[in-house]
């Protein structure tokens, strides 16, 4: 879809003017089990969109500050999966980290609990109530409580994940740095017909079993192609590609990369979470 044309300016706006209807309401509680001479760890809950609760660990190092910060916006996963609580020591001692489970993820998951395969195609053939909505809508709430921490750099603030993370930074203020690892909304109706591997093969399921629906959600995924929000990423973003000749590899996300309007790094993956683990946390400490 067109980022310029009305049907996209229109529904993310109307995304934004229903979750500024909903104060955040922070409840927020210290993790004595977390919490080290060098950083404390706090439980937080949030209200989004829809006055759900949704909950995140915040990590704060010891001292004055101001510091950097990372913020791992929410991830396509179930349940009875677990958000980080903080990272490694060290990155603990320097930055403050905010982990957030959107809606449906574990500590965010009354009423609604996310299904793994499921959450993709929750409600796809409908944009308007496409849980992906609100989800947006839970990462961008979690943006705005970490901008309100008094110890906060915010000339460094990094918003590290998938398309959320890119989704997140194109739609509200905040973010200088962007990490981001596309699967979930690029091309996704001509790429997953590709590819027997989730979390594209959700939509795979979901039209073998729904064929009629295929221009609902053709309709749907439009609103959500990374392609339409990079116009507006001005951040300086690290983009972890593919490795060579896969689905989702520099080449195919060439449109992405090119669209983005601050300075892009691209890191091809080792197909090692190690690995290209390293390569961002050394990317961020550069910055």
């Not at 509680?29 to 439980?43: I, K, Q």
């Not at 091309?187 to 629906?213: C, G, S, V, W």
């Amino acid at each position: 879809m067109d980022p310029t044309s009305p049907g996209f300016r229109d529904y993310w706006q109307e995304t934004l003017e229903a979750l500024a209807r909903y104060p955040a309401r922070p409840e927020i509680d210290v993790v004595p089990l977390r919490t080290t001479p060098f950083a404390t760890l706090y439980g937080v809950r949030l209200t989004s969109v829809g006055a759900y609760r949704l909950f995140g660990y915040l990590s704060i190092p010891a001292g004055a500050g101001p510091f950097p910060a990372i913020y791992y916006s929410p991830k396509y996963q179930s349940v009875l999966e677990i958000i980080p609580q903080g990272t490694a020591n060290l990155q603990r001692s320097r930055y403050i980290t905010f982990s957030l489970a959107g809606r449906g993820q574990r500590n965010a998951d009354s009423p609604y609990a996310a299904m793994f395969p499921g959450l993709l195609t929750e409600r796809i053939d409908d944009a308007a109530s496409y849980v992906f909505r609100s989800i947006v809508a839970d990462s961008i709430r979690g943006l705005q409580f970490l901008l309100t921490r008094r110890e906060l750099d915010a000339t460094r603030l990094v918003v590290s994940g998938n398309d959320l993370a890119l989704i997140t930074a194109a739609l509200a203020p905040g973010a200088t740095h962007v990490v981001t690892a596309p699967a979930l909304f690029y091309d996704t109706m001509a790429l997953a017909p590709k590819t027997h591997a989730y979390p594209l093969e959700e939509i795979n399921d979901y039209l073998r079993a729904f064929p009629a629906q295929a221009e609902a959600v053709r309709a749907t995924l439009a609103h959500y192609d990374l392609r339409a929000f990079a116009p507006r990423v001005n951040a300086t973003t690290l983009v972890i590609a593919g490795a060579p000749g896969t689905l989702l590899d520099r080449v195919t996300l060439a449109p992405l990369i090119t669209a983005l309007r601050g300075p892009v790094t691209v890191h091809e993956s080792a197909q090692s979470l190690y690995k290209d683990g390293l390569v961002t946390e050394r990317w961020m400490a550069a910055q």
